[in-house]
C-alpha cells in the first residue's frame, strides 16, 4: 500500500469510527483493507481518496460499509458437530443446574442475521418436546454492532442457503415456506423467534450488554480472527468476565484462548473450541 494510500485508509477508519462507532483500527489491516476496496469498486471509484469523498457526502453510505466490513457468514447449526453437542449435553447440563425460575442465559455474541441465535431456540423446542410439551425456561440475547442485520434477523426470514447443515425434518417443522422475490424463502414460526431477544451491541466496546445478569453460555464464533492481539485479549477479557462461574465458551474453530486465560477454564471439547469457566 503506498502511503497515500495508507493515509487515506487511516482517515477512513477515523471517519467510520466518528460516524458509527466502530473502530476499524482495532480490525486487522489487511481484512479491512481488503473489505473497503471490494465495496468502492463496486461503487466504480479506484481509491480510497475519491470514496472518502462519497462516504462524506453520502449519509448512508457509512452504515452500508459497516454492514460490508462487519463480515456476516453464517447459517443455521453451522458447525453441526457443535449443535449435537450443544443438545445433548451443554443445554441440558445448564437446564439441570441452573437454580433461577428464568432459567440459564444464553449469549449469541456478534449474533449477525441471527442464525446461530435461532438454532440454539430450535434445541430449546426439540427439548420441550421431549420433555412432553414441558418448556424449558431459558433466554436468549444475540447482539450485534450491526443494526440493519438485527433487523433483518427479527423478520425470521432465511434464503434455502441459510439451511445447508439444517436437517430436512426441522426445516420442515419449525419454518413456513414463503414466495421470495428471486428464490423461495424460510419464516421461521413465531413460537421460536419468541425465545430471542435482539439487541445492538459493540463487543470491543469493552461493556456487557446488559447489568447484573452472567449468561451461562455465550458463543463467539469466528469474531476473534478478524481483530488485532490487543483487541481480542479485550474481548477475551471480557467473556471472561461475562461468563457465569461454570458456564460454557464457544469459540470458533479457528480460535483458541490465549496462554494467559487458559487457567481460568477447563477444556470441554478441543475441536469444537469447547470451553468452561472454572
Known amino acids: 500500500m503506498h502511503d497515500q494510500d495508507s493515509s487515506d485508509l487511516d482517515e477512513l477508519i477515523a471517519l467510520m469510527h ?34 472518502l469523498t462519497h462516504l462524506i457526502s453520502a449519509p448512508d453510505e457509512s452504515r452500508a460499509l459497516l454492514q460490508h466490513v462487519t463480515i456476516k457468514v ?11 453437542l450443544l443438545g445433548e449435553k451443554l443445554l441440558p447440563n445448564l437446564l ?19 442464525e446461530e441465535a435461532y438454532s440454539l431456540a430450535i434445541l ?24 440493519a442485520a438485527l433487523d433483518r434477523a427479527a423478520h425470521g426470514l ?11 425434518e426441522l426445516l420442515e417443522r419449525y419454518f413456513v415456506p414463503r414466495a421470495g422475490r428471486l428464490t ?11 425465545r430471542v431477544t435482539f439487541s445492538q451491541h459493540n463487543l470491543l466496546s469493552g461493556s456487557p450488554p446488559w447489568n447484573g445478569h452472567q449468561p451461562g453460555l455465550i458463543l463467539c464464533r469466528n469474531v476473534l480472527i478478524y481483530l488485532v492481539r ?30 494467559e486465560l487458559q487457567p481460568q477454564f477447563h477444556t470441554v471439547d478441543r475441536h469444537y473450541r469447547i470451553y468452561r469457566k472454572l
Open 184 to 194: 423461495p424463502q424460510y419464516e421461521l414460526l413465531p413460537t421460536v423467534r419468541e
Open 230 to 259: 490487543a483487541a481480542q485479549m479485550r474481548l477475551y477479557r471480557l467473556l471472561l468476565e461475562t461468563l457465569a462461574p461454570g458456564g460454557y465458551l464457544c469459540l470458533g474453530e479457528s480460535e483458541q484462548l490465549p496462554d
Open 74 to 84: 453464517s447459517h443455521f447449526f453451522r458447525t453441526a458437530g457443535l449443535f449435537t
Open 96 to 114: 439441570a443446574h441452573t437454580r433461577d425460575s428464568e432459567g440459564p442465559r444464553l449469549w449469541s455474541a456478534g449474533c449477525a442475521n441471527g
Open 18 to 51: 466518528q460516524l458509527q462507532g466502530l473502530d476499524l483500527g482495532l480490525y486487522k489491516r489487511g481484512t479491512v483493507a481488503r473489505r473497503v476496496t471490494t465495496r468502492l469498486q463496486r461503487l466504480g471509484y479506484s481509491t480510497y481518496r475519491e470514496y
Open 124 to 147: 430449546l423446542e426439540q427439548m420441550c418436546a421431549e420433555r412432553g410439551g414441558e418448556v424449558p425456561a431459558a433466554t436468549i440475547w444475540a447482539t450485534d454492532v450491526d443494526q
Open 158 to 168: 432465511y434464503p434455502r442457503d441459510a439451511f445447508v447443515e439444517t436437517p430436512l
